[in-house]
């Protein structure tokens, strides 16, 4: 549910970013895309190289058509939030 959700900041994102564990964000939404990477109908490499950041700008530019929300609703971990100003 909602609750278990986490607010994730850039730095924290960033350590998620191996082939074992990766994640990215999509909209302001982060997912663990470990399980999908072999599924990718572009290929491992392809969504390796947003694995740890915000993959926004390219997943919109490769395929805008696509519904991420739809497809990886069961492996989003949180929303993406802004590093606390210090
Ligand atoms: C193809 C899903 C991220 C590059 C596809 C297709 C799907 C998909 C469903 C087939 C689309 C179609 O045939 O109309 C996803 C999901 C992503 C993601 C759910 C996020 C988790 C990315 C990223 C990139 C990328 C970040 C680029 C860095 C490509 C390319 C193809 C493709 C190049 C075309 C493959 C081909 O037709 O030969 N992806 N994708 N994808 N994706 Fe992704």
Do not use: Q
Request: aromatic share 10%; charged share 20%.
């Amino acid at each position: 549910g909602v609750d278990s959700l986490m607010r994730i900041t850039p730095s924290v994102l960033k350590v998620h970013n191996t082939r074992e564990d990766a994640w990215s964000a999509f909209n302001g939404k982060v997912y663990n895309i470990t399980a999908y990477l072999s599924f990718h109908p572009g290929g491992e490499k392809e969504l390796m190289r947003v694995a740890g950041r915000d993959g926004t700008k390219l997943f919109a530019l490769t395929h805008a058509w696509v519904n991420v929300d739809f497809m990886l609703d069961s492996c989003m971990v949180g929303f993406l939030v802004s590093e606390p100003s210090s």
